[in-house]
């Protein structure tokens, strides 16, 4: 949906809640635990996106000022 926020879900009464950190690594540890893989931290994520972008090509200071 256009109006939709960033980065939210869908609450089953219909309402949408914010996706925060903890509860988005916790979810995923519930996942990977399942299929006995280890754990991965937040910093984890943004290596690996950056790493992704860089190589698309994406000149490394876009990917700077995202942060």
């Known amino acids: 949906m256009p109006s939709t926020p960033l980065f939210t879900f869908k609450m089953s009464e219909g309402t949408w809640a914010p996706m925060k950190r903890a509860w988005f690594l916790?979810?995923?540890d519930e996942i990977?635990?399942?299929d006995?893989?280890?754990f991965v931290?937040?910093?984890g994520?943004?290596?690996?996106s950056t790493?992704?972008?860089l190589l698309l090509g994406v000149?490394?200071?876009v990917v700077v000022?995202?942060?």
Not at 45 to 48: D, G, K, M
């Open 26 to 28: 916790d979810r995923c």
């Open 36 to 38: 006995g893989l280890t």
């Open 41 to 43: 931290k937040g910093h």
């Open 59 to 61: 000149d490394p200071g």
């Open 51 to 53: 790493t992704h972008l």
């Open 45 to 48: 994520f943004q290596i690996s």
């Open 32 to 34: 990977w635990e399942k």
């Open 65 to 67: 000022a995202q942060g």
